[in-house]
């Protein structure tokens, strides 16, 4: 009986988690940010790559610029793109980012050019 508890538990926070993937996916090209971080969300020149980084890192860097908080002039680019975005758009974005599925394989990703891999 537990077991088959568990196994329904676990269902439910895949169910979950997918929910919020797919979520996340529809906020990331409805909003536009495709156009600047890549439609893989590998990233080009000055837009940083996204794609897998750890969730927290994207929260928080999303909650800052919320805030008006960056390190660099071109982080205010995002305050207006984050202030579009609720609580729950930054937590599917952040889900649907942290644990994106590559599209392609082996593609050619300029920002581990000019930042060297940082991953
Ligand atoms: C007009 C281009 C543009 C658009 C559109 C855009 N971004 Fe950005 N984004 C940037 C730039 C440039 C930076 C780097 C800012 C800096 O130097 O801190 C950035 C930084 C970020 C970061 C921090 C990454 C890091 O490693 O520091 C996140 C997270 C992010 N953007 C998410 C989004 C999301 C989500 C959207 C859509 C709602 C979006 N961006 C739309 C240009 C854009």
Known sequence: MKVVLLILIYTLILCANSLEYEAGRDLYYGKGCSSCHGTNAEGS???????????????????????GKSNTQSGQI???????LNQKDINDISTYLSTLKKETSDKYDISDDILGSVD
């Open 78 to 84: 995002m305050f207006s793109f984050a202030r579009s």
């Open 45 to 67: 020149g000055q837009n940083p790559k996204l794609a897998n980084r750890p969730k927290e890192y994207l929260m928080k860097k999303l909650v800052d610029f919320q805030n």
